[in-house]
């Protein structure tokens, strides 16, 4: 059963039932106060610290009723009322500390950790793991404008640099592989940032609030992302990841590859001022223009509803009077029942309801006496329908996300001319058993289909590149005996058949071809 204990602190010592409790350090003679959960087994955790000390230290003991409990770890919310504390000494016998602790702690100097401690360390003021692998936290208020991260770090965790506003510089050497979500946000002097060859994921928002930052560059040898004109891509350029905040431009014309914009990819520009959609994007991200004030002309050539003042595809004309490029819309009904979205002769299937169970979609539509190429699936189109079968035409290059999701009945899915597979795109197709991907597949994105195990044959190209996080979770990949890892390195060029029991086996190989960029059809939405 557990107690807590208030133990309070006029100087550095008090008396708690006749038993003297060091329970921190007051440099400025601050009153200060520490409540623990104390545990059965004589261990106690940091619940709450009040009185605001410049400098507190955690002890490794605490007694209470004649008992002596060893403090192990600091839970969430403890310190949110330190919003001085310049410094922190952790004890020797700490354990762990919750999420979220450490990450609005902006006035934090330097953290120090005792000898001994077998989970953590500390150098120079920043907080790392005991082997000096996990790159912690960095304290958001600590002196020097440049700060390399020490050859032994591999991973640099949640939130660790956030905050940092002192930050100009950050020096990342090849042999980090992962950077947290928010790893960077609200460095506001941060004003480039290198992108090393080991880098392998980037999480949610790692430069959100980084107002000066004007480029973000990556190594020629990363297999996983690119930059151009310090923009940040995923590797083949077909999604957006972040644009530099800073940046000084005012005009941008998206690559004809992007076919997504991350959510947040644009927030706070507040500099630009004009955009150009080209005509393969199929997906804007939430907020990914929020706060984008002085964005007020927006040139819209995908099929997207871009609608001026709105909220809608990422808040992109939020602020635009107008919106150059109006797309058309059309509800089908001669009983398939499809909608489209279209532009300057080109569609886009938005939704589908109709009673048909197999679908060999065709390359055109004759949408009121026009005709329409058919070049990309919308976001959540055939969501939750009971179709079994589908077969999309050549002409359609991209899957928008969750565009087929909960379609439990498909079984069959076959494309002749895909480039791009959205997120979550097939997620919840549990029946799903053959896929065919012809030699046009670039990018399959995180999660496109996720917790699928009843595939018994998928086919891979050699021109694969990109397969993203959890794209095949429900599947375990065997070349021999040996389990691989399905990314684009080993799936490239290769076909894999099983018997829908959740592991597939690697048949043969197509081909060795080095995989490069491939073109996208010429056929796309046009500029008006």
């Known amino acids: 059963m557990e107690r807590k204990l208030l133990a309070i602190l006029a ?22 106060e520490i409540i623990y959960d104390l545990n059965d087994d004589l261990t106690a ?21 004649g008992k002596t409990y060893t403090v192990t770890h600091i839970e969430y919310g403890a310190l949110d009322k330190c919003g001085k504390m310049g410094y922190l000494d952790l004890p020797s016998s700490l354990m762990y500390i919750e999420d979220g602790v450490l990450d ?74 992962s950077f947290g979500n928010f790893t960077f946000k609200d460095c506001t002097s941060l004003r480039s940032v290198t992108i090393p060859e080991s880098l392998s994921t980037i999480g949610l928002g790692s430069f959100n609030g980084c107002s000066s930052l004007e480029s973000i560059d990556v190594s020629t040898k990363n297999e ?72 007020t002309t927006v040139h819209n050539n995908s099929c997207l509803p871009v609608i001026a003042g709105s909220d809608m595809c990422g808040s992109v004309a939020k602020y635009a009077s107008e919106v150059d490029g109006t797309v058309g819309s059309y509800v089908d009904d001669d009983g398939f029942a499809y909608s489209y979205n279209m ?15 197999d ?51 498909l079984t069959d899915f076959a494309a002749g001319g895909l480039a791009y597979i959205g997120i979550s795109a097939f997620s919840g197709c549990g029946s799903l058993a053959r896929i065919d991907l012809d030699m046009s597949i670039s990018f399959i994105d995180d999660s496109a289909f996720e917790d699928i195990s009843t595939i018994k044959r ?4 050699s021109e694969l590149m990109y397969v993203g996080d959890d794209a095949f979770s ?24 099983g018997s829908g029991d959740g592991k597939v086996y690697c048949y043969r190989a197509q081909s060795t071809a080095v995989r490069t960029r491939l073109p996208l059809p010429s056929k796309v939405c046009p500029a008006s």
């Open 474 to 497: 429900g599947l375990e990949f065997f070349n021999g005996e040996t389990e691989v890892m399905p990314v684009a390195a080993e799936l490239s060029g290769t076909i894999w058949t």
């Open 458 to 461: 998928i086919e891979f190209n």
């Open 104 to 177: 609005s702690r902006y006035s934090l100097k330097g953290i120090d950790v005792a000898e001994g401690n077998e989970f953590y360390s500390s150098v120079d003021g920043v907080l790392f793991d005991a082997y000096k692998k996990l790159l912690v936290k960095y304290p958001a208020s600590k002196t020097g404008e440049s700060y390399t991260v020490p050859e032994s770090a591999w991973v640099i965790m949640d939130m660790a640099f956030c905050g940092a506003s002192k930050l100009k510089d950050v020096v990342l050497h090849d042999g980090i592989y």
């Open 11 to 32: 100087i550095a010592v008090v008396a708690v039932a006749a038993a003297a409790v060091i329970v921190a350090t007051s440099h400025t003679g601050e009153k200060v």
């Open 45 to 65: 955790g940091v619940e709450d610290v009040t009185g605001d000390p410049v400098r507190l230290t955690i002890p490794s003991q605490t007694v209470s009723d």
């Open 224 to 295: 996983h992302y690119e930059s151009e004109d310090g923009i940040l891509y995923q590797i083949g350029g077909y999604r957006l990841l972040q644009y530099p905040i800073g940046s000084s431009a005012t005009v941008f014309e998206l690559p004809e590859m992007v076919m997504e914009i991350s959510d947040g990819a644009f927030a706070e520009c507040t500099k630009l001022k004009e955009i150009t959609l080209n005509g393969n994007l199929i997906w804007i991200g939430a907020k990914a223009f929020e706060g984008c004030t002085s964005l």
């Open 343 to 357: 532009k300057s002769g080109i569609a886009q299937i938005t939704g589908y309801r109709g009673d048909a169970k």
């Open 359 to 409: 679908l060999s979609i065709e390359a055109d539509v004759d949408i009121e006496d026009d005709k329409y190429e058919i070049n990309s699936i919308g976001m959540m189109a055939f969501l939750g329908t009971d179709v079994e079968k589908v077969s999309l035409p050549s002409t359609v290059v991209s899957i928008a996300a969750t565009a087929f999701y909960g379609c439990g009945s």
